[in-house]
């Protein structure tokens, strides 16, 4: 019988045929019209699980299902509660993906498809660990609970629901996130802190109806260009947020964790040229990229449906314009709060003749942890361990509405980690998952349950 180490050494391609299965799945939470994919997403995870022999329960939400599974095999040792989240950002533009985003491929080490790396391979990592203990007959050095859920991409609502009404079932001693990446190829992290979010849309309404752009251009209002103005009366071009009151709670990061960011192997000239890859990085002059991502929130508009956008010409004065929003927050702003702020200022702002409506959703908390915390140590040891180099404490620029509940709520110490790579392109075309970064996650999950488990 071989250990957990030798089965997933002996099932690497097994584990990336079934991860394709997976990414086969058009799981996109957002649009309506995926739902089906999105529970088809769900039961394959739910049969996974079973098929390892964990209890599982799928539990219906006004949305997307949940799914949760135990296995509770380690009587008197502690339990682990692990996340991950099935669903996925939609494809678009499809026409930039160099292979269909449904169609996963292997190529140049990397698995190719949307969700490769956000977050269906980092989720079967976790999976993956518990089935190499599960097949070699290997004691159980932890207890698992598994909540996974599909709507992370999407505000996460039905999760924190759950959360607040069976905090008993998910008690646990640590939480295992997996949803971020490493620092660098090869240098894994764990996150210390996580942006919260707070996003909807401004609509701008003006003329009753579209019109003729010659015959009233001069007269009308656009409501393209009273976004446009709105727009950069929230941010100015340092990056600045003009939103009264935005900054009042921001708590700076203490000395010490900036100086360890200071200490990381970050090259901006590669950072501009490799990764965001235009002319310039932009944003507050007195912070630096790592603080700005970090540390300091952000507003940025994400699209602005409305008008003419077909091809060839149409003179016309749109009668409405749409911009979707959002803002990331940092410890210890309240996204409540946050939310009336900036709604406030930008019906403010409204030019003359236009009508400004404003719709932001319900948003998610800034969260950071201490780095003494005994989970963070452990899993520091096991990355270290699994990718043999140092594991660093970082920040995260991203959000992951759960963990403030895992935190307040539950009261539960919780890691946020994962095997993402700086070009797995979430979100974006060509998403893809390092695969010598995968299945070093799959060592690092199993090294971190021997570490909380008492047994390395
Ligand atoms: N896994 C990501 C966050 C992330 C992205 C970590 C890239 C590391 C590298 C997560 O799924 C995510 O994108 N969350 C959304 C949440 C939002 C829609 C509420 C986000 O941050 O935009
Ligand atoms: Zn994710």
């Given at each position: 019988m071989s250990t957990p180490l030798e089965f997933i050494q002996s099932h690497r391609a097994q584990f990336e045929r079934e991860l394709c299965d997976l990414l086969?799945?058009?799981?996109?939470?957002?649009?309506?019209?995926r739902r089906d994919d999105v529970r088809a997403a769900a039961d394959w995870i739910a049969t996974h699980l079973r098929d390892i022999g964990l209890t599982v329960d799928v539990i219906p939400t006004t949305r997307h299902p949940l799914v949760y599974a135990e296995?509770?095999?380690?009587?008197?040792r502690p339990t682990v509660l692990g996340y991950g989240h099935y669903d996925v950002q939609p494809s678009?533009?499809?026409?930039?993906?160099t292979t269909p985003p449904y169609s996963p491929t292997i190529r140049n080490g990397g698995l190719y498809a949307r969700g490769a790396a956000d977050d269906k391979g980092q989720l079967f990592t976790l999976i993956a660990a518990i089935r190499a203990y599960v097949r070699t007959r290997t004691p159980a050095p932890v207890n698992v609970k598994l909540i996974i859920e599909g709507e992370e991409e999407s505000g996460g609502e039905s999760i924190a629901a759950y959360v607040r009404s069976h905090g008993d079932r998910l008690r646990a001693d640590a939480a295992l996130v997996l949803d971020f990446g490493v620092f660098a190829p090869g240098i894994p992290a764990i996150a210390l802190g996580l942006r919260g979010i707070v996003g909807g849309e401004i609509e701008v309404q003006g003329a009753a109806r579209d019109l003729h752009s010659g015959l009233y251009g001069g007269v009308a209002p656009n409501p393209f260009q009273a976004l446009a103005e709105i727009i950069t009366r929230i941010k100015d071009a340092d990056g600045?947020?003009?939103?009264?009151?935005?900054?009042?709670?921001v708590a700076p990061p203490d000395a010490l964790e900036r100086a360890a960011w200071d200490r990381l192997p970050f090259d901006e000239a590669a950072f501009l040229r490799?990764?965001?890859?235009?002319?310039a990085l932009t944003g507050e002059?007195?912070?630096t990229p790592l603080e700005r991502m970090w540390a300091r929130p952000t507003f940025e508009v994400h699209g602005m449906p409305g008008g003419f956008t077909g091809e060839g010409t149409k003179t016309v004065i749109p009668a409405r314009a749409t911009a979707k929003i959002s803002m990331r927050l940092v410890p210890h702003q309240d996204p409540g709060e946050i939310r009336s702020l900036a709604s406030a200022h930008i019906r403010s702002?409204?030019?003359?003749?236009t009508r400004v409506d404003v719709r932001l959703w319900h948003g998610a908390k800034p969260v950071v942890m201490p780095p003494t915390l005994p989970a963070v140590a452990a899993a520091q040891r096991a990355l270290s361990e699994a990718f043999g180099r140092e594991a660093v404490f970082t920040r995260m620029?991203?959000?992951?509405?759960i963990v403030a509940d895992f935190i307040e709520e539950l009261n539960i110490p919780t890691v946020v980690t994962g095997w993402?790579?700086?070009?797995?392109n979430a979100h974006s075309p060509?998403?893809?998952?390092?695969l010598e970064h995968f299945h070093k996650g799959i060592v690092a999950v199993i090294r971190f349950f021997e570490r909380i488990g008492g047994r390395a």
């Open positions: 086969r799945i058009p799981s996109v939470s957002t649009l309506p019209a296995w509770l095999q380690a009587p008197g678009d533009p499809d026409e930039l993906w600045h947020v003009l939103i009264p009151g935005f900054y009042d709670r490799e990764e965001v890859g235009s002319t002059p007195d912070y702002l409204a030019p003359r003749g620029g991203g959000s992951v509405p993402a790579t700086p070009d797995a060509n998403e893809r998952l390092d």
